[in-house]
């Protein structure tokens, strides 16, 4: 109970003080709409449908993406932190490529790919692959050198290793990398629906900005915000879920 009212109070306080400033007339009404008129924007999206569809387009192109940029990080950042020749090869180049922001390769993408799913699902991969990559990889040249010891004396599988010790050992790190991924994968989502497509919140979000309609604009922007923290504590509570020695905090 005491979690929830240190949950909803702050949301009471900030929808108060933003209708006592709609309202105090400081700020022009159009620009600055009440959280009545956010609220009809809303209702009025949620009525027609378009809400349900862009929302379900937006989680279509972010779980795609979560799920190829994620086991693409995963199978390389075992590979580069516990093999030195894949390290050799493939650590130089990803290093290169990371400090690359992935909106800049969004025209370049356009130009690959067209402006279909593939075009937005490949950008939000391309920006979730290096968070999940660099905590996999420190977290697989983190492992005790005891546990590869240990795993030596009882099988010689360099398979089973990587299945029953450094995958389990270095799971920390990939769920800390793939939540990470999920906050970068609701930007790319945002951004990639920007150019090109007709369906998708960011969609939604860059139409009612040309449009003039500031009401509907908020209202799908605290749909992407809500959504994105939703996905994150879910996220979150089915890793406890499933992940039992691993307790990790919703906050």
Do not use: C
């Not at 990587?162 to 920390?172: E, G, H, M, Y």
């Amino acid at each position: 109970m005491k979690r929830f009212l240190w949950f909803i109070f702050p949301i009471i306080f900030a929808i108060t003080l933003w209708e006592v400033i709609s309202q105090s007339g400081f700020l022009n009404s159009a620009l600055f709409p009440s959280p009545y008129k956010v609220a009809s924007a809303l209702w009025s999206m949620i009525i027609t449908g378009t809400i349900f569809s862009d929302i379900r387009d937006s989680l279509w192109r972010l779980f795609a993406g979560l799920f190829l940029g994620s086991l693409m990080g995963i199978f390389l950042g075992l590979l580069t932190g516990r093999v030195k020749f894949f390290a050799s090869v493939f650590s130089p180049l990803i290093q290169l490529l990371r400090p690359l922001p992935a909106v800049a390769i969004i025209p370049l993408v356009i130009v690959w790919f067209g402006i279909d799913d593939g075009a937005k699902i490949f950008s939000i991969s391309f920006a979730v692959f290096f968070p999940v990559w660099i905590n996999a990889h420190v977290g697989a040249q983190q492992i005790p050198r005891a546990f590869l010891w240990s795993a030596k004396l009882l099988t010689r599988s360099t398979i089973k290793t990587f299945r029953n010790v450094i995958f389990p050992a270095t799971l920390p790190f990939i769920i800390v990398g793939v939540r990470t991924g999920i906050a970068i994968g609701f930007v790319m989502v945002f951004v990639s629906e920007l150019a090109g497509a007709s369906s998708g919140l960011g969609y939604r979000i860059s139409i009612t900005h040309l449009a003039y309609r500031i009401d509907a604009m908020i209202a799908a922007l605290i749909v992407l915000g809500a959504l994105g923290a939703t996905v994150d504590q879910l996220f979150v509570f089915f890793t406890n879920r499933f992940f039992t020695w691993l307790k990790f905090s919703s906050k």
